[in-house]
């Protein structure tokens, strides 16, 4: 079983929806919970991060941590053919330095 | 900050030659990883340094492979020789803290 699970998708919605994009885990010790998106034929970029459970809000997307059931998610609000990315979720844990398990990523496409 | 830079963007070799990547980390950043992208197994992790020493290099599917970092601005990861099931997406990424930031990747095509 992988460390961290993640529906590889693809995801198709119509413009104007509300995406929901989620991913599960094993390791308790995780504190550290990103979001990054990669665009076609780029690396990933950092979109959003969490440190421990709760909510975060930023513009059009918010993300949520819930770590009783080791399983986070990021909406997108009002989503845009921009949006049209692969997303990558990814974690860690306090003593692991900086290295990020990632999820296998979740293409998603947003039609006009 | 020009954010990291990684070069060749393009590779396409033959099997059996040897190949180079290049790495040019953020300035400051600590850490640096290595990691292959491909459809079938997302992104893995090859290797990561910690203050230019190698920490974890579990990743590195064979003894073809290996990375080094002379310095704390410049880092390689080498293949020899190469086989076509290397061909992936190559992206280097370093970080301070736990927010990485990565490389636009080198394509590599091994034919």
């Known amino acids: ?63 949520q941590v819930d770590k009783s059931s080791k399983y986070i998610s990021l909406f997108i609000r009002d989503s845009q053919p921009s949006d049209s ?20 990523g979740t293409e998603l496409s947003v039609k006009p | 900050d020009a954010g990291v ?27 640096l990883f290595w990691y292959r992208q491909t459809m079938m197994r997302g992104l893995e992790l090859l290797i990561y340094f910690n203050n230019n020493v190698p920490i974890d290099d579990s990743g590195m599917p064979e003894d073809r492979f290996s990375a080094k970092m002379p310095n704390a601005s410049f880092s390689t990861l080498k293949i ?16 301070w803290g736990p927010f990485m930031a990565f490389g636009s990747g080198t394509r590599l095509t091994v034919v």
């Open chain 2, 80 to 95: 020899q020789p190469s086989e076509p099931r290397d061909s992936a997406v190559y992206f280097c990424a370093s970080s």
């Open chain 1, 1 to 63: 079983q992988k460390e961290v699970e993640q529906d590889p998708g693809p995801l198709s919605v119509p413009e104007g929806a509300i995406v929901s994009l989620n991913c599960t885990y094993s390791n308790s010790a995780f504190q550290y919970f990103m979001w990054y998106r990669q665009y076609s034929r780029k690396g990933p970029e950092l979109l959003m991060y969490t440190y421990s459970s709760g909510n975060k809000e930023d513009g059009r997307f918010t993300a």
């Open chain 2, 5 to 31: 830079i990684q070069s060749p963007r393009h590779e396409v070799t033959e099997m059996g030659q040897e190949v180079t990547l290049r790495c040019k980390p953020i300035s400051g950043h600590d850490y």
């Open chain 1, 85 to 104: 990315a692969t997303y990558l979720c990814a974690m860690s844990a306090n003593n692991q330095g900086g290295k990020l398990i990632f999820g296998q």
